[in-house]
């Protein structure tokens, strides 16, 4: 241990897929310091055979991470500097670590972070979708009515989107997206990002979704979705166009056709629009 008043929580990026992408302060830090928690220890053990370090390491997962915070906040209270590590990118990002930060800074233990790799970034930089402004879901819920709501919050956000996503559900979820945010819309995925089958393609989500159902795209590996924020016909004025339309028109359409022609006319996804419609007609 260290003979210091406090500790540090060193919150250490790894690799996302290759090794090479280790940054130097990462392995001094995780050679200097006196304890790493790492989400699954017999992953983080095999990086750290490869760098030579032969650390103490202590499980900190989602299933065990309050008891694990308390002691090595104790340990940190009395000198100990602690690495934190997730299997693979930078830690608390749709990983652990979250409880232990905010409960090490609350109890006056300064937190660093040694920033390195996170698939979130790396595929942003290279999505050719704008980055200036964009919003992080991580991963979309599991259940597809739950998935969807989800991406219903999302529709008017003006930046880019990014999704974390499993093979298993790509389909899925391609689909939802399709239906509840617009086929029209581009979107990037960014597949097994730094590993030897890199991609990164960026098209339409309908020609994206119909190239996977129609296996030309390749389902296995870890994702990133990234989906271009609401365009600008999202804008508050362009949507009270769209609600003059509707008002104007109302009566003269069944619910269904109403929604087609403003949708197509004002270029709104029909499904915002004939939510606008049921809402209208509910009023009336
Ligand atoms: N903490 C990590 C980070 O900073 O990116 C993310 C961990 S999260 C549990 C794992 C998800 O991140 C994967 O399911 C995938 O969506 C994304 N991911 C991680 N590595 C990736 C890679 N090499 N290529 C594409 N996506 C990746």
Redesign the pocket.
Known sequence: MHLMETGCLFVV?TP??NLADITQRAIETLRKVDLIAAEDTRHSRKLLACLAINARLVSLHDHNERSRAKTLIEQMQHGALVALV??????????PGYYLVRTAQDAGIPVSPVPG????V??LSASGLPVNRFYFH??LPDRAAARREALQHLADIRGTLV????SRRMIACLQDVSDVLGGEREMAV??????VH?TVSRNRVSAVLDDYLAGRSELR????LLVAGAQEVDRDGDMRQVQMLLDELGDSLPAGRLASAVSRAMSVPRKRVYRMVLDMKGRQ
């Open positions: 990026a996302i897929g997730s299997d693979a990118g930078t830690p608390t990002i749709s990983d790799a996170s698939a979130v790396a595929a991580g991963f999704f974390y996503e499993s960014a597949r097994e990002l730094t590993k890199e590996g870890e994702f990133v």
